[in-house]
């Protein structure tokens, strides 16, 4: 089974197009899926849109009544369909505005079962790139991608940046498992979700590939919903908290990566019981 997750927020214009194209793809290919979409708070007829696709389509609608960004609709989306779906599905999340291509789906899917954890969608992959982007966007995208792999150095990535991907669901389980609620931790800061998810499951060991992807940005009908300073304040505390010499994630997870491939339920039972105490910590004020 392969779950679906859309982000949407203010998709009136995008959505009447994206999800009918997606259903033939896959229905193309005699795939069994799922689709979840998180209609972030709305103020258009996104909502009104998506509940007559769930009378014909294998669609499922959770509704934030205000909007509360990306951060927040990525975490309860992973929660919502890792409660559901089975160890050995797949979970793909991509966009809700139409810029990602549903045949990319199943590439990825493809050579996610040539035995990695998790494959992204790569613009900067020989065959990849981007369609609509000025050059000063292209500019900065580039430039931070250049900076999360000089911070962060994930063995197989090179889009950072980019949400479409497909994920073994297992991961994401046993991710929400050891994380808790702090799997998306900087749920405030822009976009800064879609890089923080792959390096939580960097830490973990995680196994990433990608395949080359072209964004169609010039498809887009909306508005971008994208704070480009705060989402570059979130990548800077990012890697403040990850490189942090008193107590950072590399300290905080170590021995995390070598423990959860040898054995990843003595993984989780350790490192959730950690997250357990020092959110109790937290709570009681020290």
């Avoid at 020989?126 to 609509?132: I, T």
């Avoid at 090179?158 to 900087?186: E, M, P, T, W």
Wanted: aromatic letters at 12%.
């Amino acid at each position: 089974m392969i779950w679906i997750f859309l982000p949407a927020y203010n998709e009136e214009d995008s959505l009447p197009v994206l999800l009918p194209r997606l259903d033939a793809t896959l229905r193309s290919h005699q795939v069994e899926y799922r689709l979840v979409v998180v209609d972030d708070g709305s103020l258009d007829c996104t909502g009104e849109i998506l509940a007559e696709f769930a009378s014909r389509l294998p669609l499922e609608v959770i509704t934030h009544p205000i909007n509360r960004g990306l951060g927040e609709t990525e975490r309860d989306g992973f929660e919502y369909i890792s409660q559901r779906c089975a160890p050995t599905d797949v979970l793909v999340r991509l966009e809700g505005d139409d810029t990602h291509d549903p045949e990319y789906l199943l590439h990825l899917v493809q050579k996610l079962e040539s035995g990695y954890d998790v494959v992204n969608t790569s613009r900067f992959q020989p065959g990849g790139g981007q369609k609509g982007v000025d050059l000063y966007r292209a500019f900065i995208s580039q430039m931070a991608n250049w900076f999360m792999m000089f911070i962060f150095r994930i063995p197989g990535v090179r889009d950072y940046s980019c949400g479409y991907r497909a994920y073994r669901a297992k991961v994401i389980q046993d991710a929400l498992h050891i994380y808790g609620d702090n799997f998306i931790q900087l749920r405030g800061l822009g976009f800064t979700s879609t890089l923080e998810i792959i390096v939580k499951l960097h830490l973990i060991g995680c196994r990433f590939a990608e395949v080359p992807f072209v964004l169609r940005y010039d498809l887009k009908n909306s508005p971008s919903k994208m704070v480009g300073s705060i989402t570059m304040l979130g990548y800077f505390t990012m890697a403040l908290l990850f490189h942090w010499p008193w107590g950072g994630w590399l300290r905080q997870y170590r021995g995390l990566r070598q423990l959860y491939r040898q054995d990843p339920a003595a993984a989780i039972e350790r490192f959730r019981l950690g997250n357990v105490r020092r959110h109790t910590v937290s709570r009681i004020g020290f």
